[in-house]
């Protein structure tokens, strides 16, 4: 692999790249709003004694995923393996709960959670670096 080559292939995932960046400054600012409200949840929860875990509210909302993760993304996802939608709602499912817990674990003023997660982000890209592609 020469240099050239591999500044080649960087300069042709530009576009992708640049999609995703558009794509997480959008999830970014949603993200930000998000915690904003659940401190207001907070606030409410405090005042009136109410348990911060909903479990029913969080199934809910998990079922719900499963109902509409066909129609995010593009339309190839209407014909894509069905391998393929079990990994993407396992995805966004997993995304979510992580969301909703993280926003439970705000609310108890926990950090447990958070430092796990972070070790366990830490010690995954140790994993991965470096690592390539090697089936199809
Ligand atoms: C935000 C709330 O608190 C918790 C967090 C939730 C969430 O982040 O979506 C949902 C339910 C609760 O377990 C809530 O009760 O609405």
Known sequence: MTEDKRA?????LLPLRRDL???????????AQRYDLVLQVKDYKRKTAMPVLQKEVQARKLAQVAAIADNYGQASTITAAKAEKTAK????????????????????????????????LTH????????IITKK
């Open 21 to 31: 960046q558009a794509v997480d400054e959008k999830l970014l600012s949603l993200l």
């Open 124 to 131: 995954f890209e140790e994993q991965a670096d470096g690592k």
């Open 8 to 12: 080649r292939e960087i300069e042709e």
């Open 89 to 120: 709602l396992r995805y966004l499912q997993l995304v979510l709960r992580l969301l909703m817990d993280l926003s439970v674990s705000e609310q108890l003023d926990e950090t447990g959670l958070l430092s796990c997660m972070e070790a366990e």
